[in-house]
């Protein structure tokens, strides 16, 4: 299995421009979530989804959008970039099975909005 | 909704020293602890967990300790080594079938752990 893949890893846009980040995963897990890291700040969690056509807001939802349409793939979509969303993002996943709780996460897509 | 402290945002020991890493929750209702380890560059990885059900774990050198009455768990690693030096994220949340919601993880804001020879 090669767990959850993240695309891009690195990538470089101006203010105004959108983009998506890609997220699929191979272990047939129901949840799915998008978390951003910025330095000293840990992580904080932007938009999850429990099931294929089922998605929800974290705690920094604004100026991101998400779908599910299916239950491998979990992009996250970034309009009208803004130098505040530079941060690393992180895609994970977990098993529906609450007798565990850990989260698998993706590489990471640097993101830097200038 | 929950908020996680963690302390201290740095810690630096000598290799073979034990290391505390300390955190508090706010939300009584939160049942699941785990902790993560980030090395520079690299995906977080969960490293122990702990439910509201059990006071300690332990896993080799690594033990985590909760006080459910303080709202409050810690990470001990004891004989600490140079590869033992990462971030390290707690973490809480509300775990359960009865949720829906999955595990959404409530993290702290990290402490760059730094084992010195």
């Known amino acids: 299995n090669a767990g959850v893949t993240q695309t891009p890893k690195f990538r470089i846009l101006k203010i105004g421009q959108s983009m998506t980040l890609q997220c699929t995963q191979d272990m047939n897990h129901n949840y799915m979530y998008w978390y951003r890291q910025d330095p000293g700040m840990g992580l904080k969690l932007i938009y999850y989804s429990v099931g294929a056509g089922i998605t929800d807001k974290g705690e920094v939802p604004n100026g991101y959008n998400v779908s599910r349409s299916t239950t491998e793939d979990f992009p996250l979509r970034l309009e009208l970039a803004a130098p505040s969303q530079t941060s690393v993002y992180f895609c994970a996943s977990s098993y529906l099975d609450s007798s565990t709780g850990e989260l698998f996460f993706g590489e990471g897509s640097r993101l830097t909005v200038l | 909704g929950e908020n996680v402290e963690q302390h201290p945002s740095t810690l630096s020991v000598q290799e073979g020293d034990s290391a505390v890493i300390k955190c508090t929750y706010s939300d009584s209702a939160s049942n699941y602890f785990p902790w993560y380890k980030q090395e520079l560059g690299k995906r977080p990885q969960l490293i122990i967990d702990?439910?509201?059900?059990?006071g300690e774990k332990k896993d080799q050198r690594i033990a985590v300790t909760l006080n459910k009455t303080a709202k409050h768990f810690s990470l001990h690693i004891t004989e600490t080594q140079p590869e033992d030096s990462a971030v390290y994220f707690c973490a809480a949340s509300i775990l359960g079938i009865l949720t829906g919601g999955g595990n959404k993880l409530t993290f702290g804001t990290g402490t760059q752990l730094k084992v010195e020879l």
């Open positions: 702990i439910r509201s059900n059990v």
